[in-house]
C-alpha cells in the first residue's frame, strides 16, 4: 500500500532522513521506534506533505511528493500530532465533525456502517461523529470541552477526529507518550480494536521498545535519520544495531540510548 523509497530530507546542514526505504503493506501495524531526533516525526512530515524530501513516497501507486496536505488527505492518509493537534476551546463532537468535514468517500468507515445514501452530507457527518464516539469510548464526554478532559482521552478524540475522515492509512506520532501504564494498555487494545472495526493501515511512531515489540507486525527502527533495522518484532530484537542504539550493547553492558550511529556500528 505505502511504498517509501530512497527518502531524503535535509533542514539547512542537518539531514533529518538518509536514504530510508520501507513498504508497508494493507492491514498492517507498522511501528517506527527511534530515540528523539531520530527523524520520526520528519518522516510522518514527508508523508503527509508538510515538507517537500527527495526521493519517491507511493500511495496505491500515486505520487505524494509534491501534492499538498489536503489532496494527501484526500487520498485517504490521516495523522495525528505529537503535541495534541485538537481545538481546546471546542467540544468533542465539534472536533471530530471539523474532521469529518474533509471529503468523505467510499472509505472504511461507510463500509463499515452503511449510511443510508439518503442522508445529506451534513446529517452524515453527524451520524458518523455519533457513530465514532459510541465506537471510541467518547460518547459521554460530547459535548465536553476538549481541554477540560484527562490526556488519554483528548488523545482519543485527536484519533476520532483523525479517523472520522475516512482514511484508509492512519499515522500515529507517539499516541502513549504522557500517558500512565493503565492509560496506555487500555489504549493499545482501543486501537487494536478500532484497527480491525475499520480496516485500517496503521504506521504508530513510537519509542516504548516493549509496547511496540507486542503490537507491530513490522518495525522500522530509526537513528540520526537512517535505518538501522528493518522486521519483524523478532528480528529487530536480534539486530546488533538496534540493540547497540536501544537495548544496551550486545555483550550486556548498558549504552547510552543515543549513542551515535559510529560508535554503534564501529565494534
Ligand atoms: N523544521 C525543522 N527545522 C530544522 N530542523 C528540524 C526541523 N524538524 C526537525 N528537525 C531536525 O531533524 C531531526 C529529526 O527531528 P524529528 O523528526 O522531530 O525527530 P523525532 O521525531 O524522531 O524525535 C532533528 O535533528 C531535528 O532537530
Ligand atoms: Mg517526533
Known sequence: MLHVESLRLEFGGVVALRDVTFTVEKDEFFAILGPNGAGKTS????????????????VDGTELIGRKPHEIADLGIARTFQNLGLFGSMTVAENILVGSHLQIRGGALSAAFRWPATFSSERRARARADELMELMGLREYRDLVVETLPYGIRKRVEIAKAVASGPQLLLLDEPVAGMNHEETEAFVDFVLELKQRLGLTIVMIEHDVAMVMRIADRILALDFGETIGLGTPDQIQRNERVIAAYLGTVDGSQTPALLSMEEATSE
Request: hydrophobic share 45%; glycine share 12%; charged share 10%.
Open 43 to 58: 518522516l510522518f512530515n514527508c508523508l503527509s506533505g508538510l515538507v517537500r524530501p527527495a526521493g519517491s513516497i507511493k
